[in-house]
């Protein structure tokens, strides 16, 4: 390490500290100087000197630099590393939570490839944001970034362990899918990591058994460039092949996997997609129906206030107790821990479960859908109407150059005939008749850009549709 280091090369640290993770573009604020830092300023937050961390890493070009660097910072300062190469965030989560080891794991998400970060947890997965430890993180790496990295007396070692078969084998064991009706399954793994875990999980590749699946992959092959669309498959651009193929192939279902792997979209046989409200409900009720099961009386359920109005509806209706959360994995993971919560769903198709340390999994909650859909008969665009009942907009962004401004536009235009909420960005309420469709709408500005992010929600798509209008035209002013 270079104590010298240039003088702002703590600009550049603090410009990648994002509000939950670290997230950059390589050779810019995200070098390898910046993140052996990083490695040294997380052992030293999480009191991991003398003990374990967990490492690993995505596909794309700069990760497994990117984690050897990270390494070497981490056992500079007497961490023992246990890198586990290649993987998926939930397969990180995983070995944090069964080794009740603080993690780090290498990705950009769903981001464009000239992108990468680090996704940080505590021991046994717990998260970790700019208000629970990252800002420190932060600023311990900024020290060293200055002044050089100081070696521990007794420093670490690097240790290669695998633990897909055995993150592979405990999916298995949570939801069981020997017993429903063969199905076959279009999966779309956008280059990313969902190309290693689909096949073990879902297929034999970590040498368990066979399931009634076919598995039609799509776009497998592990590519940080992403060839053929980008790894987000909240945006509709990216799921249009996973939707024709399934109707090529005459499939069941489809389902996609981001970068990382950590979130899953799915889409019916029609092509039709299937909100992430809706798989958040089907997976509730499950959840709730299997632990009332095993005797468990007071049951808790989280869902962040985008997702449908029908989700807390379908969690009352089924006798649990819904508490609504802000947006963002590290805080719903805190109040995973904080409720007890069974399960916890978002509208960006994370989902978070109590008998996965909290931590969210896409492949577990895929999973759910595939044993519900599996144990009935009817096609899956009959099932998803059941979950979505309402009329959503689904997240529109627009730029926007003074966000109080906008806000006041808002306010002023719905004052008489909504409330108003402020737990996560601006929600509006309206105030509406027994006898007319309910509508309400959340603003949120990006943590990271110029942007307010609009979701709507109608009780049916013309009220959904006027409310839209209404407010993108005072958002775009």
């Known amino acids: 390490m270079n104590p010298s280091a240039p003088s702002d090369a703590r600009a550049r640290l603090d410009a990648i500290v994002k509000a939950y993770d670290v997230r950059g573009i390589v050779g810019e604020g995200l070098t390898e100087q910046s993140v052996e830092s990083l490695g040294a300023g997380f052992v030293d937050e999480v009191g991991a000197a003398g003990g374990r961390i967990v490492v690993g890493h995505d596909m794309r070009d700069s990760s497994p630099a990117f984690a050897a660097a990270f390494?070497?910072?981490?056992?500079?300062?007497?961490?023992?590393?246990?890198?586990?190469?290649?993987c998926s965030t939930d397969e990180t989560y995983f070995a944090?939570?069964?080794?009740?080891?603080?993690?780090?794991?290498?990705?950009?998400?769903?981001?464009?490839?000239a992108y990468n970060g680090i996704k940080f947890?505590?021991?046994?997965?717990q998260g970790i944001s700019l208000d629970t430890g990252l800002a420190a993180i932060r600023d311990r790496a900024g020290d060293y970034l200055d002044e050089?990295?100081?070696?521990?007396?007794?420093?670490?070692s690097i240790e290669q362990v695998d633990v897909l078969a055995d993150y592979a084998a405990y999916l298995r064991s949570l939801v069981d899918l020997t017993g429903i009706r063969p199905l076959k399954v279009v999966v779309d793994?956008?280059?990313?990591?969902?190309?290693?875990t689909v096949p073990a999980v879902l297929g034999e590749a970590a040498g368990l058994p066979a399931l009634p699946l076919e598995i039609v992959p799509l776009y497998f092959e592990l590519d940080g460039t992403f060839p053929n669309?980008?790894?987000?498959?909240?945006?509709?651009?990216?799921l249009v092949d996973l939707q024709r193929a399934v109707v090529e192939h005459g499939a069941d279902l489809g389902l996609a996997f981001d970068g990382d792997a950590d979130r899953c979209f799915v889409v019916d046989e029609q092509g039709g997609a299937v909100g992430p409200s809706a798989i958040a409900a089907i997976v509730a009720l499950r959840e709730i129906a299997r632990v009332r099961a095993a005797g468990e009386d007071d049951v808790t359920v989280l869902h962040n206030l985008i997702t449908s109005r029908f989700v807390p509806e379908a969690i009352e209706e089924a006798g649990a107790t819904a508490v609504r959360t802000r947006v963002g994995h590290s805080l719903i993971k805190d109040r995973m821990k904080e409720t007890g919560a069974v399960f916890g769903g978002e509208h960006s198709a994370h989902y978070y479960f109590r008998d996965?340390?909290?931590a969210d999994n896409g492949m577990l909650a895929a999973m759910h859908v595939l044993a519900e859909f599996g144990s009935q008969d009817a096609p899956l665009s009959q099932l998803g109407a059941r979950y979505m009942p309402y009329a959503l907009s689904g997240e529109i962004n627009s730029t926007v150059d003074d966000v109080p401004a906008a806000y006041t536009r808002i306010v002023e235009a719905f004052t008489g005939r909504a409330e108003f909420d402020e737990l996560d960005g601006l929600t509006v309420d309206g105030i509406t008749p027994e006898s007319e469709p309910f509508w309400w709408f959340n603003v949120r500005p990006s943590n990271t850009e110029p942007l307010l992010r609009l979701n709507v929600e109608g009780g049916d798509v013309a009220t959904m549709t006027a409310v839209r209008d209404e407010v993108l035209a005072l958002i775009r002013g």
């Open 148 to 156: 050089g990295i100081t070696d521990a007396a007794t420093q670490g």
């Open 71 to 86: 390494a070497r910072g981490a056992t500079r300062r007497g961490a023992d590393v246990v890198a586990l190469g290649l």
């Open 189 to 196: 793994a956008g280059n990313g990591m969902g190309g290693l």
């Open 356 to 358: 996965f340390w909290g």
């Open 96 to 113: 944090s939570g069964s080794m009740h080891a603080p993690a780090a794991m290498f990705t950009a998400s769903h981001n464009p490839a």
């Open 229 to 238: 669309h980008e790894a987000n498959p909240l945006e509709p651009a990216n």
């Open 121 to 125: 947890s505590r021991a046994g997965a």
